[in-house]
């Protein structure tokens, strides 16, 4: 990818990005494809598996003959939703009523990004769906989506092959400082009643506001859980300290049951210890399945994208519950504190949540490996009969 001003080559994912240049940096992939065509010709790959924001990357492919499929890393609820209000024109007929959108959750993406693609075709999904060769990946699993993995096959007329949740287990890769942080995390969690602890995070490309902040921490306040809480900025407010953040005196109030960190924290490492009880989450797709693969009940905060559809696809499950907002769409402390003392401290509510936490995790852990394998097994086939 090009290197513009405004956007340094650290800045080429969205992962930490200010949400302002998301716009340039889907521009900038597709400046991309030039030199992509060329690096296809050279190495002339059996497959290319390409993702949603580079529609002109399976044309260049198939116009050499190389087969390509569509990687999707949100999950089948979302696209099935979306290509049910493709094809019916309308979300009312929708077969599952637990999914649904509130009016301020709607999102026209061809509008907001599709000038922004080459080629991008018309076709549901900008034509990512039909450019696929023969199948389409999904990082999903048959025991979190099964019914949505079908109707989104009925509706796009092709296979849906889960990938499984693909989660990663291994140890960090940061530095000795980083490590003996992450050390001391898990020593403090250590040292909590079993599932007595929640964990808050909203992943590396959601940033919240200085009032999600301020309600956030009331929230902690009032509800007396013990916490983790990872708090991010967005790249340029690196030297924000969290005291300049965070409610005066807040830190002193909670200092014995909660701990504040910033930018990053060992997440598979502490959803996986068993004094973890419940996740906050914003409902991005990665940590939804990876708090479903440890068996942690979520309690959701969807804020954009996909995340309201993840959110109540999570409560249709009946492993998590979605935070309450107030007349104005907000949230607000008292609303956050409500849901996560149901999940720690309402014995009649948390019984029931984490039962069927514990069966989803069991069950997706042991289609794994066999999710895995299929999915394996067809992009072989997919190579095999281009060859």
Known sequence: MPSLPELPPHLHTTKNLPPNLLPTLIKTFQLSSTS???????????????????????????????????????????????????????????????????????????ERI???????????????????????????????????????????????????????????????????????????LSGKSCSSTIYISFGSEYFLSDNQIEEMAKGLEISDANFIWVLRFPVGEENISIEDKLPVGFIDKVKERGIVVLAWAPQTRILAHSSIGGFVSHCGWSSILESMYFGVPIIAMPMKADQPINARMVAEAGVGVEVGRDENGNYVGEEIAKAINNVIFEKTFYEGIRDRARKLSEEIKEKEEEEVNEAAEHLLSLCMKNN
């Open 36 to 110: 992509f065509s060329e690096i296809v010709k050279t190495l002339k790959p059996d497959l290319l598996i390409y993702d949603f924001f580079q529609p002109w990357a399976p044309k260049i492919a198939l116009s050499q003959n190389i087969p390509s499929v569509y990687f999707a890393t949100s999950g089948a609820t979302i696209f099935s939703f979306y290509h049910h209000i493709y094809t019916e024109g309308t979300s009312s007929t929708f077969p599952y009523k637990a999914i649904y959108l509130l009016d301020h959750e709607k999102v026209n993406l061809r």
């Open 114 to 188: 599709g000038s922004n693609l080459n080629d991008a075709d018309k076709d549901f999904a900008f034509g990512n769906f039909t450019l696929s060769s023969d199948i389409i990946l999904m990082k999903s699993s048959r025991g979190v989506e099964g019914k949505y993995i079908d109707y989104l096959s009925v509706l796009c007329k092709k296979r849906i092959v889960p990938t499984g949740p693909l989660v990663v287990h291994s140890k960090n890769d940061n530095d000795d400082e980083d490590e003996e942080e992450d050390s001391e995390i898990l020593k403090w």
